[in-house]
C-alpha cells in the first residue's frame, strides 16, 4: 500500500525558503510520478511540480507560470524522498500544499487533471506573511 508523508510546512517571511518533504513508500510499480498540488483559500487545487520515477524528469503545473525559477522538485531514491525546494515566497504561495502520486508521465500534474491522481497526502500549511 503506498503511502505518502508530508513535513516541513510552516510560517515564512516573503523572500524566504522553505523545504518541503515527501515520504513515499509502499509501491508496486516502478513507473510513476510524484508531485505537489496546492490549494489557497478560497481557490482550486493546482498542480504545481512533478518529478517522474522513470528519469527523475520534472514538469511544471499547467498554472504554475508564477513559480518557475522559484520552486524546484527533486528526489533521494534511495531515501523514497521528493523535496519541494520554494524560494523567493511571495503571501500568494500561501496555501495548503499535497504530495501526491501521479501517472508515470505527470500527466495530473502537468494538465491539472485530478483523475489520473491516484493518491494525495494529508497537506501540509505553508503561510508567507510577516
Known amino acids: 500500500q503506498v503511502q505518502l508523508v508530508e513535513s516541513g510546512g510552516g510560517l515564512v517571511q516573503p523572500g524566504g525558503s522553505l523545504r518541503l518533504s515527501c515520504a513515499a513508500s509502499?509501491?508496486?510499480?516502478?513507473?510513476?510520478?510524484i508531485g505537489w498540488f496546492r490549494q489557497a483559500p478560497g481557490k482550486e487545487r493546482e498542480g504545481v511540480l512533478c518529478i517522474s520515477s522513470s528519469d527523475g524528469s520534472a514538469h511544471y503545473g499547467a498554472y504554475a507560470d508564477s513559480v518557475k525559477g522559484r520552486f524546484t522538485i527533486s528526489r533521494d531514491a534511495a531515501k523514497n524522498m521528493v523535496y519541494l525546494e520554494m524560494n523567493s515566497l511571495k503571501p500568494e504561495d500561501t496555501a495548503v500544499y499535497y504530495c501526491?502520486?501521479?501517472?508515470?508521465?505527470?500527466?495530473?500534474?502537468?494538465?491539472?487533471?485530478?483523475?489520473?491522481?491516484?493518491?494525495w497526502g494529508q497537506g501540509t500549511l505553508v503561510t508567507v506573511s510577516t
Open positions: 501526491v502520486v501521479d501517472s508515470g508521465p505527470c500527466t495530473g500534474t502537468r494538465e491539472n487533471e485530478y483523475r489520473y491522481i491516484e493518491l
Open positions: 509502499g509501491f508496486t510499480s516502478d513507473y510513476y510520478g
